[in-house]
């Protein structure tokens, strides 16, 4: 339960304007701020809401298991953060974390130098705690965070950092008290795969703009970054075999914007970026279709050696890469080799979807021929599920992009596949694109999948969505958010935000814990911590935000 105080009027009306001051950061996203405009911290909304301490298990995505017990724990300015060799990063992340806002100096030392402190352990004896599960154990005389794994560390101080007031958040020294609740905390996901995909192809996206979004997701314990890197409106990954790949080819975006693309380097950088934040990136070439870039770059592509213009319109379905060339498959394995050599990850996308100007044949020829490619070079294909209409190869995921109106006989050959061994990963285009408007009166954002208000995106099952697929066959869930008509972070922050939290919590936490009524609570507690991390979101009236109508 929340507990809440009383708030003096006059108090409580300045609040109302702060919240209102807040309410404005979507406003102006819609307003297009000037591109690239620096995300400003929101004012304190909601803040005064915020209980001292916070019951424990009252984060995102839920827990597994909370058990509250006995007195929180208080970070004080002798707080250290005890660690041991495999446990230093993930100290050393959470010391950044905390302390620009408590002003403490939380020094990350030896374990037994910390006896009082934050305890970080990895103990590879904890097998039941997974690849990425940790138990948080929080008493007046310490904390101890355990895992068998770091990456289980990691998603533990995700649940530590929330259980801490929102503004722990800020990047200046804030009052306090840093208060933990007493208790244990024991964790697991429910999916392996937990997944956000940005298209930096319709509208590109720098570096430090990509970091920022793999921060918001790091917050919501999902682990996997797709990066739909190429399109018809730009490629954006170089590859030095074809090098007027990026130089012509994503010199422009949506609306004929400059575009950009990522050296070799700075995609690096990203995936180490990532990897930090313990999330696996998974780069997508799409073809054979949205290839419109490539096709204009280099003519010997296109079937009738013309290159086409560059396209900054937002229609789909209009190229193909030209299958029966030979060429062809020149540019595809270079394309295939460069890229595998940039990725540490299991998994190379190679897209598949709407090849509406490939004929059928064409299709299945070119994908038994290029999923053989991405074996070749280590990796383990992932396609839209129209990947299906050939056959996935061995081991291969394939992402269900479908839709409640999707004809049953197409989510027939998707749950066909599922029962012969290809896992999926669901991303249903009316639940959890993150690009669909909201309402009708969203100012960003598509809508030929309908609207997609925050419950809808939340309340379905991922083990029973799909007809007639197992539900081990479901590796997970992933967000994607296509930029067609998003060009700055404000952009991508009101989109995704509060719908990518619902979607991360249906990745990690039980089946049994999906309750739309609890759920909106707790996401209405973190609008104090949106407005902390300068994140604008939308307030839909479905969730009960702090001061927003429920009498305070
Ligand atoms: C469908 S779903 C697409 C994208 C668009 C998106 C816009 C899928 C695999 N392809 O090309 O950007 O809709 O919502």
């Known amino acids: 339960m929340r507990q809440r105080r009383r708030i003096p009027r006059l108090i409580g009306s300045l609040l109302l304007l702060a919240v209102a001051a807040a309410a404005g950061g979507e406003a102006s996203a819609a307003g297009k701020p000037a591109r690239k405009a620096a995300p400003a911290p929101g004012p304190a909304a909601g803040a005064a809401a915020e209980p001292e301490v916070r019951p424990l298990g009252r984060i995102i995505p839920v827990p597994a298991s909370v058990t509250p017990e006995g007195e929180p724990y208080t970070l004080t300015r002798t ?45 590879p004896g904890e ?17 101890t965070l355990t895992a068998r794994e770091p990456a289980g560390l990691f998603r533990g101080v995700q649940t530590l950092r929330q259980q801490l007031p929102a503004a722990v958040e800020r990047r200046t020294v804030q009052p306090g008290p840093w208060k933990i609740a007493g208790g244990t905390v024991t964790d697991t996901p429910r999916y392996a795969y937990r997944g956000a995909m940005l298209d930096v192809s319709r509208h590109f996206f720098t570096v430090d703009e990509v970091k920022r979004y793999i921060d918001q997701l790091a917050l919501y314990k999902i682990n996997t970054l797709h990066l739909h890197l190429t399109d018809d409106q730009g490629w954006r990954i170089a590859v030095d075999s074809w090098p007027r790949l990026t130089t012509y080819g994503g010199s422009t975006e949506v609306g004929g914007g400059p575009g950009g693309y990522y050296t070799k380097e700075e995609y690096q950088e ?51 890469l030209c299958v029966p060339k030979p060429v062809t498959y ?82 027939e050959r998707v749950a066909a596949a ?10 249903p285009a009316d639940r959890v694109y993150l690009d669909m408007k909201y309402t009708k009166d969203t100012p960003l954002g598509l809508a030929w999948a309908g609207y997609v208000e925050v419950r809808r995106s939340y309340d379905w099952d991922p083990a029973t969505y799909l007809p007639g697929a197992p539900a081990a066959a479901v590796r997970g869930v992933e967000a994607p958010l296509w930029t067609e ?6 952009h991508l922050d009101v989109m995704a935000f509060p719908r990518l ?32 991390l300068g994140i604008g979101y939308h307030r839909s009236p479905q969730v009960p935000w702090p001061t927003g109508g429920s009498g305070e």
């Open 127 to 143: 097998t039941a705690l997974g690849a990425e599960g940790y138990r948080l154990r929080s008493e007046p005389g310490g904390i």
């Open 501 to 532: 939290p619902g979607v991360a919590e249906l990745g990690w936490s039980p089946a049994a814990s999906h309750d739309w009524e609890t759920y909106k609570v707790r996401l209405a507690e973190q609008a104090p911590r949106f407005d902390a």
């Open 485 to 490: 008509t998003l060009e700055t972070p404000a």
């Open 330 to 411: 020149d540019f595809v394995d270079d394309v295939i080799r460069e890229i595998a050599a940039l990725t540490p990850g299991r998994y190379l996308h190679i897209g598949g979807d709407e090849a509406h100007s490939t004929s059928h044949a064409d299709y299945v020829a070119f994908m038994e021929r290029v999923q053989p490619v991405v074996a070749k070079y280590g990796k383990t294909v992932v396609g839209w599920h129209q990947l299906t209409g050939a056959t996935p190869a061995e081991g291969a995921l394939v992402q269900y992009w479908g839709l409640d109106r999707t004809p049953a006989a197409e989510k």
């Open 270 to 320: 990203i995936v180490r970026y990532a990897a930090s934040r313990h999330q696996e990136v998974i780069p997508e070439i799409d073809m054979p279709g949205h290839t419109n870039a490539a096709l204009a770059s280099y003519a010997e592509l296109n079937c009738d050696g013309v290159a086409p213009p560059l396209y900054t319109g937002i229609k789909v379905g209009f190229s193909s």
């Open 79 to 123: 707080t250290r953060i005890g660690v041991d060799q495999k446990s230093r990063e993930v100290g050393r992340y959470l010391a950044g974390l905390l302390r620009p806002s408590t002003g403490f100096p939380l020094p990350v030392v030896d374990e037994r130098a910390a006896q009082s402190g934050i305890r970080l352990r990895v103990s």
């Open 418 to 427: 599922a029962r012969n061994g290809t896992g999926l990963i669901l991303s």
